[in-house]
């Protein structure tokens, strides 16, 4: 079965440090894709990026990255120079499979939340 | 700009009440979602649907039950609302499945309170 692993439930920073979030995922399929949602004090969640099983390229936006290893399944998110506006529960997310129910479903970390103090 | 709307940001009910959660996306997307989060438990699964009349339990179904009449519409029923059921409510959106799948669109939330 899938699963994802945010093992930092709360980090708090100072602003303009830099902070990793890390995900750890689990599946047996080859092909999948990992995503990245924030969830500011509002409520919604914000799509950040989608990455494939194929496609082990880091990637950089902004102050944002990421940095995907297959060979320890994790797919890791750092913010650089933070900012309050960064305060945010994230969630680390994974869909998999070719077809079936499966392959509709997200499976979500349990969050990280992470404050940015000024 | 995608819309995913839902249709109270908050609503209080109680116990036994028919408890109806509405959720209207615009951006023609076949899959649609429904989620419940608690704190300390992430978001959890309750039904999606794939296609219009179509529907598949996620992880915690009972107690709940959804209907798509319409591409772009998909209630959430509580048919006799319990305080355990109190909690955010999620609503999400996305196109694609499998090897095509794309990223899931989500709405503002409904927080339901249950008395």
């Known amino acids: 079965a899938q699963k994802v692993t945010q093992a930092q439930t709360e980090i708090s920073v100072v602003e303009k440090e830099d902070v990793t979030l890390d995900c750890v995922y689990e599946?047996?399929?080859?092909?999948?894709?990992l995503f990245w949602y924030k969830q500011p004090p509002s409520g919604e969640l914000v799509f950040l990026i989608r990455r494939n099983s194929f496609d082990e390229q880091n990637e950089i936006s902004g102050r944002y990255s990421w940095n995907f290893q297959k060979s320890t399944s994790s797919f890791n998110f750092t913010i650089t120079a933070s900012q309050v506006v960064d305060s945010a529960v994230y969630f680390c997310a994974l869909s998999e499979g070719y077809s079936g129910a499966g392959s509709y479903q997200l499976t979500f970390g349990k969050g990280t939340k992470l404050s940015v103090i000024p | 700009d995608v819309k995913v709307t839902q249709s109270s940001r908050y609503l209080v009910k109680r116990t036994g009440e028919k408890v109806f959660l509405e959720c209207v996306q615009d951006?023609?997307?076949?899959?649609m979602f429904w989620y419940r989060q608690d704190p300390g438990l992430g978001l959890r699964l309750i039904y999606f649907?794939?296609?219009?009349?179509?529907?598949e339990k996620g992880d915690i179904p009972e107690g709940y039950s959804v209907s798509r009449e319409k591409k772009e519409r998909f209630s959430l029923i509580l048919e006799s609302a319990s305080t355990n059921q109190t909690s955010m409510y999620l609503c999400?959106?996305?196109?694609?499945?499998?090897?095509?799948?794309?990223?899931?669109?989500f709405g503002p939330g409904t927080r339901l309170t249950v008395l």
């Open positions: 599946t047996r399929d080859t092909t999948y894709y």
């Open positions: 999400a959106s996305s196109s694609g499945a499998g090897r095509d799948y794309n990223e899931q669109f």
């Open positions: 951006m023609d997307h076949e899959n």
């Open positions: 649907s794939y296609d219009v009349k179509m529907k």
